[in-house]
């Protein structure tokens, strides 16, 4: 049977590739039910993205799930092998809660798994079987490497041996170690991995070594493996127009409106990365200084770190309080001192936390109210509001307040006081994953220039 490829979407010749190569590299095609017993998942949730999963309860009366995860199905069916080697490859969907969305969404993965003996040969193996992936979908990818091996004089050196093997193949230009790539340590147990392509703003493919994934489901083989995520590669064709030679040498700054951005623009501009034209009086949002290769642009602060996450701009620079509260998926890599002051539990001066109550909770940032007080194994009731909040106590709304404190002043006149501190906030200076993985250099020069100036 003839099929015309005309008629498949990008991501869908994507998958036929890539199921082709694991297919000519020796691995066996591995499929799978979308089903899984919830069971399975309820016990290892510190191994899942997130603990939403979907539910349902079947014709007998188990309780079913739509799977969440891959790796763990894999690593549950397949028979314990720890004296060979198993080499599968799988198609298949996931299902899990979208953060820009906070609803579920179908997530395609196209993967490979290596089970059994896994030593420093099949980890060679694996990654540069990742980079074969990239290189059929582009000529401009990379992949970064860490690890989250315990700490010690020999902690590190199945990564050392791997990279030393792996800057001596075919792949060895696109392989760079990265310190600040992060990996779950509850799931992994050595080397990590992330694939990216230029123009695409997330990475595309991720992997790494998982033994104590298969320790935790009572299996003795060892195992690595990494999935590509294709239905981020949709719009391949319209990144790699996008990120063109003439661009790649540029960096995209995303500057928060107000007070604060005229301050931060003063520190790149005494760092070297001067635009004249921003200072022009008038109602443009857009910036370049060509001889500089540095392009601004004017966004509202708390949608800096969006425009970040999402590629439209390489770096740019915004408040901890949002990188705390909304936990973007980007590097932050200079603390730029603009902007100090506190986020701050306040409260009446005659308040006094009672343990046996659920404590009330009012904030504008509701996430961070609620990761502090669970690191307390603290039960709060949160009180989500916009404007003004230090009323809310003084009118019996909530017992507390969850807010930025900078000077005080406007606690004092209203008869609070700071019951405790959270964290320090200034201006932070962050970057995209993949426009770190490809602009490595300019943004770290970047970051260093105006995080000594910021100082």
Do not use: H
Not at 181 to 190: R, V
Request: charged share 30%.
């Amino acid at each position: 049977m003839n099929i015309n490829d005309n008629v498949l979407q990008n991501n869908e010749k994507i998958i036929y590739a890539l199921r082709e190569l694991y297919a000519s590299r020796g691995y066996s095609r591995y499929a799978m039910s979308k089903f899984e017993e919830y069971d399975l998942y309820a016990k290892n949730k510190d191994f899942l993205v997130s603990d939403n999963v979907i539910t349902f309860t079947d014709t007998n009366g188990k309780l079913m799930a739509l799977k969440p995860d891959v790796t763990i199905s894999i690593a549950k069916n397949t028979r314990d092998i720890p004296e060979g080697v198993r080499r599968i490859y799988y198609s298949e969907t996931v299902y899990r809660v979208s953060k820009s969305t906070d609803s579920f969404r179908e997530i395609m993965q196209t993967g490979v798994e290596c089970l059994g003996d896994v030593g420093t040969e099949e980890m060679v193996g694996v990654i540069e079987l990742a980079a074969e992936s990239l290189s059929l979908l582009s000529d401009s990818y990379a992949i970064d490497l860490s690890t989250v091996a315990p700490a010690g004089p020999d902690g590190d050196e199945p990564f050392r041996e791997v990279l030393a093997r792996l800057k001596k193949g075919p792949y060895a230009d696109r392989f760079r170690v990265n310190p600040a790539l992060s990996g779950d340590e509850n799931y992994y147990s050595g080397i990590v991995f992330k694939g990216y392509l230029a123009g695409i703003p997330e990475a595309v493919l991720s992997g790494g070594r998982y033994d104590r994934l298969m320790r935790k489901l009572g299996r003795s083989s060892k195992a690595a493996g990494f999935a590509v995520y294709t239905d981020r590669l949709e719009r391949l064709d319209i990144a790699a127009k996008k990120d063109g030679p003439a661009d790649a040498d540029w960096i995209n700054i995303a500057l928060p409106k107000g007070r604060l951005g005229e301050q931060v623009y003063a520190i790149f501009a005494a760092a070297g990365y001067e635009c004249p034209a921003l200072l022009e009086p008038g109602r443009k949002l857009l910036f370049e200084n060509p001889a500089r290769k540095v392009r601004y642009f004017w966004v509202k602060p708390s949608d800096v770190a969006i425009y970040v996450e999402r590629g439209a701009a390489d770096v740019g620079v915004c408040g901890k309080d949002i990188l705390l509260e909304a936990e973007p998926d980007v590097y932050e890599l200079a603390d730029l001192g603009a902007g100090k002051c506190r986020m701050a539990i306040a409260g009446p001066k005659t308040y006094a936390d009672d343990a046996e109550t659920t404590l009330r909770v009012a904030t504008k940032f509701p996430n961070i109210a609620k990761t502090y007080y669970r690191s307390k194994g603290r039960a709060i009731d949160v009180i989500k509001l916009n404007g003004s909040i230090e009323i809310a106590p003084l009118l019996g709304l909530s017992d507390v307040i969850c807010d930025i404190v900078e000077t005080g002043k406007t606690l004092r006149e209203n008869d609070l006081e700071v019951k405790e501190e959270i964290a320090a906030i200034s201006a932070r200076f962050i970057a995209n994953k993949s426009a770190y993985t490809f602009k490595t250099d300019a943004i770290c020069r970047m970051a260093e220039a105006v995080g000594t100036t910021g100082r």
